[in-house]
């Protein structure tokens, strides 16, 4: 009955799906901001990326709520779930094999360099903060799984995640009061397109973002794996 | 045949909205309810990237100075995808830590059982 009732609605979504979309075409260039940002991008931002230009330069403020968004959540998941301040019970728990110990312990910190060059080349490549907060914490991810009885420090997580929101926003107000007239605006040199050491402050927020994306994610890991013990 | 390859990426984003959808509104299982809640998710990411593609165009990133900027396919869908892959993971979590206190909670994720989700 529910079921029925269901794919009825769903029939109705479709349809109205159907009749909103038959008159977009697909492939087509269908906006002009988004060919304004290709064209001017390279000259106002210095990011090869466009996509990072437009994340962190053009709607930089947006960025900044996004990472709100992720903090909220992780505090809250630690709020639900009760880890958060509260002392963990520590039950002996059986170790991986020796083949998951070593392969965890080998491919941890190339992990971890990956997660970092691709947080620091989001102005150059395809990557960028999130991505590469993604990667950091699935190395730690990797730990959990292959060496059972390690855990993170949590005092040192909760500190790179606030120090790399503070820096996010001390770089912004940095903006605000020595480049321009606006929140997040650039106060260094742009540089050459396509170098590292390009495209003014955007590698800096990049790092602050991966940073702290790194440790929100390992933080929400820790979180949902200790429940599991 | 034209339609199908003018508007399979529609079709198919369209399709995973209505799987999640239907995921949704017609399983009991609080898990499975969380998993179609993420298809449709991935669903609409595919349909804003969709949108945004142009025939034959390159990713949107100077990696040689002498890419042509005209076929580029357009960069502000693919930053609001980006946004939206955050919050759907920020979504996810909060939804399974929920998950887990009420499994806390009741012992089951049965949600034809748990009548304090009715109203």
Redesign the interface.
């Known amino acids: 009955m529910r079921t029925t009732i269901s794919i009825l609605l769903l029939a109705v979504v479709a349809a109205g799906f159907f009749l909103c979309l038959a008159d977009v075409p697909f492939g087509e260039p269908k906006t002009q901001v988004g060919n304004y940002y290709i064209e001017e991008g390279r000259a106002q931002t210095g990011a090869a990326n466009i996509v990072t230009s437009v994340v962190l330069a053009y709607r930089g403020f947006d960025t900044l709520g996004e990472v709100t968004v992720l903090f909220v959540a992780a505090f809250g998941l630690g709020a639900v779930l009760g880890a958060a301040g509260g002392k963990r019970k520590h039950e002996p728990i059986e170790p991986a094999s020796i083949v998951l110990r070593t392969g965890c312990r080998f491919l941890f910190p190339m992990l971890i360099i990956f997660g970092v060059y691709v947080f620091l080349h989001g102005h150059l490549t395809p990557g960028g903060g999130f991505q590469g907060g993604a990667v950091i914490a699935s190395a730690f991810l990797l730990v959990y799984l292959g060496c059972r009885e390690r855990r993170i420090n949590l005092t040192r997580k909760t500190w790179t995640d606030s120090l790399g929101g503070l820096a996010f926003v001390v770089i912004g107000l940095i903006g605000l009061g020595v480049g321009g007239r606006y929140f997040l605006s650039n106060f260094l040199p742009n540089g050459v397109v396509n170098q590292l050491f390009s495209a003014g402050i955007l590698p800096l927020i990049y790092i602050a973002i991966g940073l702290k994306v790194g440790a929100e994610l390992t933080g929400v890991v820790d979180d949902l794996l200790e429940e599991t013990e | 045949m034209s339609f199908l390859h003018?508007?399979i990426?529609?079709i198919g984003a369209?399709g995973l909205?209505?799987i999640g959808?239907?995921i949704i509104?017609?399983k009991h299982h609080l898990i499975k309810v969380i998993i179609g809640l993420s298809i449709l998710d991935t669903g609409v990411n595919l349909f804003l990237i969709?949108?945004?593609?142009?025939?034959d165009g390159t990713?949107?990133?100077?990696?040689r100075?002498d890419l042509d900027?005209g076929r580029?396919v357009?960069?502000?869908p693919?930053?609001l995808v980006?946004?939206s892959?955050?919050?759907g993971?920020?979504?996810l979590?909060?939804a399974?830590?929920?998950a887990?206190?009420l499994h806390r909670e009741f012992g089951h994720l049965d949600l034809r059982k748990i009548k304090e989700l009715k109203w």
């Open positions: 003018n508007y990426y529609y369209a909205v209505l959808l239907l509104l017609a969709a949108v945004g593609y142009i025939k990713a949107p990133i100077f990696s100075p900027p580029m357009d960069p502000v693919q930053a980006l946004t892959i955050v919050i993971v920020a979504i979590a909060l399974l830590g929920l887990v206190k």
